[in-house]
């Protein structure tokens, strides 16, 4: 499933549009930090790109001396993002020897897709190996020492290569580069939808079967429209400058008009019965979003969850199928506090011979997330005096009008909609949830909301909650919760390492009936990971709340909460009848809702 | 969980009374086969045995030279009847090598109860050894060579050890082997409650505490009786001759007064709080029984069953969870073709690291079931001359007329029971059943006929029926069940090893939602282990069935059933709704009922 051409040809099979999405490595480590944000972004929306391609950074853009910063990016995107990579790589400049140990690293990264490319003339001091003469040396080269392992598309000009002046000479190179073991075709820019038609013609003519994608240029600014035309040898169409010209200077303008031709381009070439289309993004998001939002055809596509939580494309976690519920506003993190596990399990929480969780760093702290900007985070959060001002905080992010918390940096869920008065109610009340779900039983696998899984399926959930509260009311909440019986499994922590629960092995609250297939429990709780993600939790009140503050009141107040608060999670054994957590709690509140 | 002083201790804290059973190893092998027999009858009757005792075969009992049977009696009660075993050993002829030896094994069978005692004076050649000189030497060499591992009891005298004449160093040196380490005391026979109920008022006036459980002895036979109390030297009481003398050469008229004077006694000493009845069954089953079933006590006891099917006691499947469903009425083969296994499947069929099953051999065909007795399979199930004749005996095992089929060999379970009719139904037809479940959505944990697991728990089950039929109604079959869409899962095969099915992995057949557990999923279906089932299943119609007749029309029937007739499995995936695996046999047999 992570080979692109598996996933391209089961997307022409049930005739699914898809799109993908293409980035270059930037120039500095936030400038990354912001484009694992961006990708993410496109991740995490209704409609996700079916693969992303990161471009090779060829001599000049990077730093010399410091490793060529692609792969890395790859890998990333593969496992925070959970998308699986194309991973572009050029030979001209480079040895045999060079680029076998690209291509042996990538493997080991689980990294399986490559966009081969000769790659530009060199600049500064590189210089032209003869190992190498054209893209279709290395395709054959990958084939010969990887055999089938790569998936490789190779690069198609729908107006002729800058280097090669004969139509039929481009066309018989592009079947060249085929016949060598090329397994898909993506074209470079064009600016009318039948210049690829007829292109992609053509190429059928001359009996070039693979999926030909069309690489599409969003015209996002003027600037950026005239350099790429240039770098790329390729004349921008009377029409469009006549059209350009007027708004040149009027960035708001030429991004209006990018959308819209973008969109009329990508719905013909949709129409003409094309599979797929491919964004040059020049790592910019807002007008390719706009025209993917525009797409009727992507918003007919099933999203289906596997799971309900994104497993990384690739080998390594391909069998993974549970994972404690903690971490699921916080994924990124699971995944590289986990990253050197030997197995992942998968049957049952508990089978995996290596559940010792990666060090806490700063790193897994700030992952992917507003990094460097204390202020923004001031704008949202305020600055608290009281601790009603944090119940404002927790209340307004429930209600929308606050984007993000210190454990949740994505909108609530659609699940958690269905409980968001009662929510809002508790929160009220003193307890600062920060991850909840409702109670399932037996809803259809297809469900929108809380679906997951292959069709025909059944999924179940137990309610759960958790949240923050102050130690007064631990004592009476332990008894509240004590009365129910055995209906509820609870933690409760605070930072000093207090821990009382009734919880004694891993417990699961998440699980679905499928047909032809054992039991599947995506998500558990267990009471070893929860000492674990009880220092994260704790830890995110003062790197990403106390912080921001200089000296004074609010951050002392957020000191303090970290200091005396608890951390608390309550299972509601009971599937089947309407939850009781809320009611549970009101009645530690002593005052009925 | 395997050690008997636990779980005295359990039903003690519970209030449940228990009992358990002795018995000595038989001097034949067919002997021992019929014990086992034995055993499992009262191990699968609805008020089991706590656990068994197996006396130690001292010099003279066995062959002299070959290996003393009652560890391997131990292990295979252990593991095929799946009842603990208190395994007695005598000391009073072997050295400490000799005795660390033996304990040194069992341990790595997992015997881990011990009954500890001197010994009879030695017949034949054996000599007295100077390592053991009492019972208390081995149970303090076993506490000190093996530290706690194993439970040990220790005999106790009511009336007083032959080879000891005052009272008084008697229950000494009952508490000497108590203080020495013994967990539990086991009384010889008396003959009135009252004299057990005195001598525990004794032990625990000089501070034994430890349980202490009555020895009982259901006079079954006049001779039995005169021997047994011959042996250690106990009178029997002038009021009980008075009653046995005018009937000692009545048999059935000593078995009905055994059962009604054991039944009294029993009834007394349980009311006077005593937490057990021990039974020193003499190898006999009826008295024993009888007395079991008269004591309402038992009767109050539930029987919950901690997964559908029986774990043997120890720590080598302590962590199995998973079984294929095929073997759900002949587990003491599939316990014997899996003993080699490195490790158990839990949370997931297909986890396990050797899914290897040992070789089919008679030894597994005939397990503990009538081996030599083709004459009694013959009067079962008759001498087929037509297919309606074969269909008969499968109704009238339904039925209950007929005792058992080679594939089935204990009653039908009371959740068939559920379905019976429509079972009846399609045998007509000619799907001769051998294994089936109702689907079941959610009943409690507790319920009486289909529950299992920890209470609080909810059960789930998919419907599952398997049979034999002819080839000729395959292809209808296969028709019917895939216009269901996915709803089943199928799998046919035949002797030749023709296979045609729509299962690609294994599938969950039943599972359980417990509070603060993860999903268990006792038994599934899977494509590997149904060839292997199916080797067995067909090997059963010859080696159990057509065997038992001489050349002719009977044993040419059964073998072309052999030959060229399909066992089928179906699973209905849909367990929410009314099953419909009976409608789709009624429409191949394209007759509505």
């Known amino acids: 499933m992570s080979s692109v051409i598996d996933m391209v040809k089961e997307r022409m099979e049930t005739q699914e549009p898809f799109y993908s999405l293409e980035f270059f490595p930037p120039r500095t480590e936030d400038g990354t930090i912001n484009l694992y944000s961006r990708i993410d972004r496109f991740a995490t929306q209704p409609y996700p790109p079916l693969f992303v391609d990161i471009t090779w950074s060829a001599g000049g853009v990077h730093k010399p001396g410091?490793?060529?910063?692609?792969?890395?990016?790859?890998?990333?995107?593969?496992?925070?993002?959970?998308?699986?990579?194309?991973?572009?790589?050029?030979?001209?400049?480079?040895?045999?020897?060079?680029?076998?140990?690209?291509?042996?690293?990538?493997?080991?990264?689980?990294?399986?897709?490559?966009?081969?490319?000769?790659?530009?003339?060199?600049?500064?001091?590189?210089?032209?190996?003869?190992?190498?003469?054209?893209?279709?040396?290395?395709?054959?080269?990958?084939?010969?020492?990887?055999?089938?392992?790569?998936?490789?598309?190779?690069?198609?000009?729908?107006?002729?290569?800058?280097?090669?002046?004969?139509?039929?000479?481009?066309?018989?190179?592009?079947?060249?580069?085929?016949d060598a073991g090329a397994n898909m075709i993506i074209s470079q820019l064009f600016f009318q939808a039948e210049d690829f038609l007829r292109w992609v013609e053509d190429c059928r003519a001359i009996g070039i079967q693979c999926p030909i994608i069309p690489g599409i240029l969003p015209i996002q600014s003027y600037s950026s429209l005239r350099n790429i035309t240039k770098m790329s040898s390729i004349g921008v169409p009377e029409s469009l400058l006549k059209d350009v010209d007027p708004i040149k200077d009027d960035d708001a303008a030429i991004k209006e008009y990018g959308v819209k031709v973008g969109t009329e381009m990508c719905q013909k070439l949709i129409s003409a019965g094309t599979p797929g289309l491919h964004f040059y993004t020049l790592n910019q998001e807002v007008v390719t979003m706009r025209i993917i939002r525009n797409l009727e055809s992507f918003k007919r596509?099933?999203?289906?969850?596997?799971?309900?939580?994104?497993?990384?494309?690739?080998?390594?976690?391909?069998?993974?199928?549970?994972?404690?519920?903690?971490?699921?506003?916080?994924?990124?993190?699971?995944?590289?506090?986990?990253?050197?596990?030997?197995?992942?399990?998968?049957?049952?929480?508990?089978?995996s011979s290596s559940p010792a969780y990666g060090d806490l760093t700063d790193y897994h702290i700030f992952l992917h997330t507003n990094r460097d900007k204390p202020e923004e985070r001031r704008k949202m959060w305020g600055s608290p005096v009281t601790v009603s001002d944090v119940t404002n905080v927790f209340i307004s992010f429930l209600k929308g009008k606050v984007k993000e918390l210190p454990w949740i940096t994505s909108e609530i869920s659609p699940e958690t909609h269905q409980i968001l008065e009662e929510l809002v109610d508790i929160n009220r009340r003193g307890f600062?949830?920060?991850?909840?779900?409702?109670?399932?039983?037996?809803?259809?696998?297809?469900?929108?909301?809380?679906?997951?899984?292959?069709?025909?399926?059944?999924?179940?959930?137990?309610?759960?909650?958790?949240?923050?509260?102050?130690?007064?009311?631990?004592?009476?909440?332990?008894?509240?919760?004590?009365?129910?019986?055995?209906?509820?499994?609870?933690?409760?922590?605070?930072?000093?390492?207090?821990?009382?629960?009734?919880?004694?092995?891993?417990?699961?609250?998440?699980?679905?009936?499928?047909?032809?297939?054992?039991?599947?429990?995506?998500?558990?709780?267990?009471?070893?990971?929860?000492?674990?993600?009880?220092?994260e939790s704790f830890c995110l009140w003062i790197q990403k709340w106390g912080s921001i503050y200089e000296d004074g009141e609010s951050k002392e107040l957020i000191k303090s909460i970290y200091n005396n608060y608890y951390l608390v999670n309550i299972v509601d054994n009971n599937f089947t009848e309407e939850p009781k957590i809320f009611e549970a709690l009101r009645k530690v509140t002593k005052e009925e809702k």
Chains 1, 2 share one sequence.
């Open 66 to 178: 410091s490793p060529n910063p692609t792969p890395g990016i790859v890998k990333q995107v593969q496992e925070y993002c959970c998308l699986t990579t194309n991973m572009h790589l050029t030979c001209n400049t480079s040895t045999k020897a060079e680029i076998r140990e690209i291509l042996v690293k990538a493997k080991a990264n689980n990294i399986r897709n490559i966009l081969a490319l000769r790659g530009d003339p060199p600049e500064n001091k590189q210089k032209l190996t003869n190992d190498f003469k054209y893209a279709v040396d290395l395709v054959k080269f990958i084939r010969q020492e990887f055999g089938d392992y790569f998936c490789i598309t190779v690069a198609g000009y729908p107006y002729g290569h800058p280097d090669c002046t004969h139509d039929a000479d481009n066309l018989k190179h592009l079947k060249e580069k085929v």
């Open 301 to 351: 596509v099933r999203t289906i969850r596997e799971l309900p939580w994104k497993r990384p494309p690739g080998i390594k976690r391909s069998r993974e199928e549970v994972r404690p519920i903690y971490w699921s506003n916080r994924t990124k993190s699971y995944v590289a506090r986990t990253e050197d596990w030997d197995d992942y399990p998968n049957g049952r929480w508990g089978d």
């Open 432 to 535: 600062w949830t920060i991850n909840s779900q409702p109670a399932v039983n037996g809803k259809p696998s297809s469900d929108p909301v809380v679906g997951w899984g292959p069709k025909g399926g059944l999924v179940y959930q137990k309610a759960y909650l958790e949240f923050f509260t102050s130690p007064d009311k631990i004592d009476d909440l332990v008894n509240v919760l004590k009365s129910y019986g055995d209906r509820f499994n609870f933690q409760l922590t605070n930072l000093k390492g207090d821990y009382l629960t009734n919880v004694e092995n891993a417990l699961a609250v998440t699980w679905g009936i499928f047909p032809g297939k054992q039991v599947v429990q995506p998500t558990i709780v267990d009471p070893v990971s929860f000492k674990v993600w009880k220092d």
